[in-house]
């Protein structure tokens, strides 16, 4: 029998792998046993991650994706399954970001950031649907922001869609559920990536966000280890729907207590 959280021989396609989580999420799970299929809109950044990854004995294909672009999702799937002929995993990482105020959002930056982050998540899902409906398996991990139903100042596009795929989430697990496949949202807190380190080395950012988080520190990469490979593997087949959020208790809206008088 397999173990739990074994991945030998599963196929894992990563959009989005070739910087910050998406890197890795891929060397998790590759370490995990799995073949890996990791996409970007630009290859040459993927080639050293390639190179690491099949230091490790894994089958590393590397594939051009833009994820709002329809037909690119439909060339690389179609890449995917030439190489592997099936995807097990699918790790829905590609996103964008827009940081405006809302009177200075314009019509190409809402549809950007919300075509990015939600129309592609879903046609990159439904890709990856179609070949995992005969062989009623697979799992589809979508990746959000913390907390999903929070609004923030200067952040309208992207909130907008970080709420609407918890919802897509949900209606994918229904959706796909009787044929076996899984849909999670895997909802990262606070950690240091190359887009964010500038915030995460300054003392002064991190001791305000300790202030805002349970755990009192911002999140380390290896954190998140647990959480994708249980919703990655045959230890989370009776989880789907869900929104799993690793942020050391934020979400919460914890406040501190005061000290006595």
């Known amino acids: ?136 398996y697979g799992r589809i991990i979508n990746v959000d922001s913390p907390p999903c139903g929070a609004g923030f100042a200067g952040l309208a596009p992207k909130r907008a869609s970080c709420g609407s795929v918890k919802q897509l989430t949900m209606s994918l697990a229904q959706d796909l559920g009787p044929h076996g496949i899984t849909v999670n949202c895997l909802a990262p807190g606070w950690f240091k990536t190359d887009q964010n380190h500038a915030l995460v080395d300054d003392p002064r950012w991190v001791e305000l966000l300790r202030e805002q988080v349970p755990l009192s520190r911002p999140g380390a990469l290896a954190d998140l280890d647990g959480a994708l490979l249980l919703l990655a593997s045959d230890a989370g087949r009776y989880i789907t729907g869900q929104t799993l959020l690793v942020d050391g208790g934020i979400s919460i809206g914890a406040v501190r207590a005061l000290p006595d008088a």
Do not use: Y
């Open 1 to 136: 029998m397999r173990a739990p959280f074994d991945l030998t021989d599963r196929v894992a396609m990563i959009t989005g792998a070739s910087c910050g989580l998406g890197q890795h999420f891929a060397r998790v799970l590759a370490r995990a046993g799995a073949n890996l299929v990791v996409t970007g809109r630009s290859t040459p950044p993927l080639k050293s991650l390639v190179e690491e990854l099949a230091a490790l004995g894994r089958r590393v294909v590397c594939i051009e994706l833009d994820i709002c672009e329809h037909a690119s999702i439909q060339r690389a799937v179609a890449e995917a399954l030439r190489a592997f002929s099936r995807i097990d995993i699918l790790v829905n990482h590609a996103g964008s970001n827009l940081s405006k105020p809302v009177t200075e959002v314009t019509w190409e930056d809402w549809n950007k950031t919300v075509g990015t982050n939600l129309r592609g998540a879903f046609f990159v899902a439904q890709a990856a649907a179609w070949q995992m409906i005969p062989r009623q």
